[in-house]
Structure formats: structure tokens, C-alpha cells
């Protein structure tokens, strides 16, 4: 299992995005929050600003979609270019229909749960997503405390995909630094997303590398 590292660029400079993607070009993926105001109360960007991040990243971008109506909207951001597109199981009507509808346009889907959603509603579902997103904050905003109330549900989502035998990628978001990467890897993901102690830090490839070796050492024992 290769762990991978997804800058939250919702940390980063608004005003200076080009350059701040090149501070992590050495990661796997820039995690993208579209946020609308609604589904969390917080705006950030939407389709026009990620059709432009695709023009100029030297990676590849994971959109992770804070939204409303994702049904309406996320295979867009698909469509766009974005390499993973994933929407939150509470927001959508028909999570089967619209991952299909992803991964028809191309792109990975993945499915996000808030910290009180279930996941056993779910895990029938795992077979049609590449990834499943576990929130460990409540979304919104970035630099918010890593909640460890979150870690059974991650360790069921890992057992889960580990009895489906399917190649679906275990993602956390929030409140991932180097103080709390190593339990989340222990409890299963596999993909961490770190806003805060990324662009927080004066080095964000060295703090890439950093989460990257820590998860890797907890992850193999
Ligand atoms: C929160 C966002 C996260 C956020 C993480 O709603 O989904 O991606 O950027 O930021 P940190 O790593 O600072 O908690
Ligand atoms: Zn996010």
C-alpha cells in the first residue's frame, strides 16, 4: 500500500495560487475545497478557479466537493480534468448514478462522509468508488483539530474494503499534522490530506515528505 499526500491548497495563498501549487509539486495530488456557503458555512471557489489550477498544476487535483446538489454539479469538475472528484454522501440524491457519471467523464470518484454520518450504509456502495473520503473535522475550514472519535469508523472503513478485496483508496481530511498522522495511519488510510501543516510550514516539501515518511512507518507496522 503506497501512502499518498494531498495538500489542502485551502491553506495556501489565494492571491498567488500558481506558485503556491509549485511549493507541492512533489506531492501526489492538490486537494481542491469547493465549498458553497451551504452545505458548509464557508465559500471558497468553484469550477472557473479549478479549470484554471488545471491550466497551470504540475500535479494532478483532487476536488473535494462541500456542496449542495452535488448530482447537478460535480461531474463538471470532472470533466474539467480534475483526477478526483468526490462528493459527500450526505448531499447527494443518487450516489450511484452520479460516481458513474464520474468515472464515465474520467475522472476517480470518491465518496466523503462528515464525522456522525455511518459509513454501513455505505459499504455495499464501495464498488462503485476509487476512493472513500473519512472527514476527521467537521467541514468548513482548515486548521481545526484532528478528532479522534473518528478513528473506529476509520478502522471499519479499512476492514470493509479490505474483506471487498477492491482497490478503493482510504482518504482523511482534517486536522492531519505530524502529531496525528501516525494514528490515522494506523487505523487504515492511506491517502491524508494536511492543509495547516503543509502551507503552515516554510518548507511544504519538506513537510510532505515528513507526513509522507510518518504515515509510511506507521502503516507498516
Ligand atoms: C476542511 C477541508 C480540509 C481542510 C483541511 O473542511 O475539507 O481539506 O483544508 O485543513 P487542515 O489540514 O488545516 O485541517
Ligand atoms: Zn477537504
Redesign the pocket.
Known amino acids: 500500500m503506497t501512502i499518498q499526500v494531498n495538500p489542502?491548497i485551502l491553506s495556501a495563498d489565494f492571491a498567488n495560487l500558481a506558485a503556491e501549487l509549485e511549493r507541492i509539486s512533489t506531492a501526489d495530488a492538490a486537494?481542491v475545497?469547493v465549498m458553497d456557503g451551504h452545505f458548509v458555512p464557508n465559500l471558497t471557489l468553484g469550477l472557473p478557479v479549478v479549470e484554471a489550477l488545471r491550466a497551470v498544476s504540475p500535479i494532478p487535483l483532487d476536488c473535494?466537493l462541500m456542496i449542495e446538489a452535488p448530482d447537478r454539479w460535480a461531474p463538471a469538475y470532472a470533466e474539467a480534468g480534475a483526477q478526483g472528484v468526490t462528493f459527500h454522501a450526505e448531499a447527494a440524491t443518487a450516489p450511484v448514478r452520479l460516481a458513474r457519471e464520474l468515472r464515465a467523464a474520467g475522472a476517480r470518484a470518491g465518496l466523503a462522509l462528515r464525522p456522525a454520518t455511518p459509513l454501513e450504509p455505505f459499504v455495499d456502495l464501495l464498488g462503485e468508488f476509487d476512493m472513500l473520503l473519512v472527514m476527521t473535522v467537521e467541514p468548513g475550514f482548515g486548521g481545526q483539530s484532528f478528532l479522534d472519535v473518528t478513528l473506529p469508523k476509520i478502522r471499519r472503513a479499512r476492514a470493509a474494503i479490505g474483506a471487498s478485496g477492491l482497490d478503493v483508496r482510504l482518504q482523511v481530511?482534517g486536522g492531519v499534522s505530524s502529531t496525528t498522522i501516525e494514528r490515522a495511519a494506523e487505523a487504515g488510510a492511506d491517502v491524508f490530506?494536511a492543509g495547516s501543516a503543509v502551507y503552515g510550514a516554510e518548507d511544504a516539501a519538506g513537510a510532505v515528505d515528513q507526513l509522507r515518511r510518518l504515515a509510511t512507518a506507521a502503516c507498516a507496522h
Open positions: 489542502s486537494h475545497d473535494h481530511d490530506v
